[in-house]
């Protein structure tokens, strides 16, 4: 079958939230997949910041295997190894005791997190312009686009919106009837947007100072994307809340809801629950990920094939800034043609995004070679040159 027979039976079948696709994927092997015509392309967005380990990981599909013919699903009336090693290793990673919550995807993780601002006691929640933290009606409520938000008012109320980046802004938006401030250390479908240095150090100042948590969404720069396990690290602040998911189950869905310190006992026995959250499987994948990780040294090497991509890219006489850290990168053009440069980037073999309609968003897998990123600057500069002509 054809990626146009495929298509029409897409079309015909599942809901109509996406618009059409843009082609239909069929396999996938390190950082490359193919079509249903057979066309390969480089995967330079990974599932949106999904598959850290890129596809069909040797790792992943061992522990998947193994876990499955072991112990496959159990309900949350009971615990699993691979959930308890999983909580400690996290724990581990952020340096800090705490509790952790675990779901099935990005917006649940963020889900949880709200849930236990609401027991603080208080209920207004601070949230940057240009945010995304999911699209259940929590999430969405302190996710910013307004097209997302406006069919499904009301929505869960008192949020406060804040510029991102503006420390200013947030001191006078921040007083003693605050829950949380929820932050991306990077904005990633605002287009990939780096906060100055300093602005999470004064976010933890300043909610520290009037009891507020701060909460911080690393669900796509989270677990070694930026070149470090989580990018909020390099500030020295510690959170109280950190939710995480896409990379950590490198493809197969879990997130999780982080709580340090005070914060672990906010959720108490009856005040959330899942059926599938801290799945055997799903958290045998992810402490495959995060072992693969450690053992290929792929924080350093994000970082590095990050700052190939940036470097070879922002030069180029369309782009007028290479944004981001590690290999979550955000190129930013001189017009807004980042669409029409997406699609002529997919003809030409390579699967990148365009957030905004002047920016391109790269999220590869963490195991891209060098030789690869070579390539996909020499491909995405001759796109480049190609849509300007
Ligand atoms: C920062 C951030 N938070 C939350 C989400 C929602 O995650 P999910 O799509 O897994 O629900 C995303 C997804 O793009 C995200 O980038």
Request: aromatic share 6%; charged share 15%.
């Amino acid at each position: 079958m054809t990626v146009t027979e495929w298509t029409e039976r897409y079309q015909g079948a599942v809901m109509n939230t996406f618009g059409p696709p843009q082609t239909i994927l069929v396999r996938g092997e390190g950082s490359h997949v193919w079509d249903a015509d057979g066309k390969e392309y480089l995967d330079l967005l990974g599932g949106i910041a999904v598959n850290a380990l890129g596809h069909a990981h040797p790792a992943i599909v061992e522990a998947v295997t193994t876990q499955l013919t072991t112990l496959g699903h159990i309900s949350n009336f009971f615990a699993s190894e691979p959930q308890i090693a999983l909580a400690e290793k996290l724990l581990a990673l952020l340096g800090h005791d705490g509790r952790v919550f675990f779901t099935n995807s990005g917006t649940e993780a963020n889900e949880a997190a709200f849930k236990a601002t609401r027991r603080t006691g208080r209920t207004k929640v601070v949230v940057a312009d240009g945010s995304f933290h999911g699209r259940t009606m929590g999430a969405l409520a302190l996710t910013s686009k307004e097209a997302y938000r406006a069919p499904f008012e009301p929505l869960p109320g008192d949020v406060v919106w804040v510029p991102y980046g503006d420390a200013a802004a947030l001191e006078a938006a921040v007083d003693d009837t605050v829950a949380a401030v929820l932050l991306e250390p990077i904005q990633g479908e605002a287009g990939v947007i780096v906060p100055p240095d300093g602005y999470l150090a004064a976010a933890r100042v300043i909610t520290s100072k009037h009891g507020a948590l701060l909460w911080l969404d690393e669900i796509q720069t989270g677990i070694g994307r930026t070149g470090t396990w989580f990018a909020f690290e390099e500030s020295g602040v510690v959170p109280d809340l950190v939710t995480v998911a896409k990379g950590l189950g490198g493809g197969i869905p879990i997130g999780a809801c982080i709580a340090l310190g005070d914060a672990a006992t906010l959720l108490q026995p009856g005040n959330h629950g899942t059926t599938f959250g801290g799945n055997p499987v799903a958290t045998a994948a992810a402490l495959a990920v995060i072992s693969t990780i450690e053992s290929d040294k792929l924080l350093d090497h994000a970082a590095t094939i990050g700052d190939q991509l940036r470097r070879g890219l922002g030069d180029h006489a369309l782009v007028t800034d290479a944004t981001g850290r590690g290999l979550l990168v955000g190129i930013v053009l001189a017009q807004p043609i980042a669409a029409e440069v997406a699609k002529a980037a997919l003809a030409a073999g390579l699967i990148i995004n365009a957030p905004t309609t002047d920016r391109l968003r790269l999220a590869p897998p963490l195991i891209l070679t060098e030789n690869e990123a070579a390539y996909a600057v020499t491909t995405l500069r001759d796109v480049l040159d190609e849509v300007t002509t």
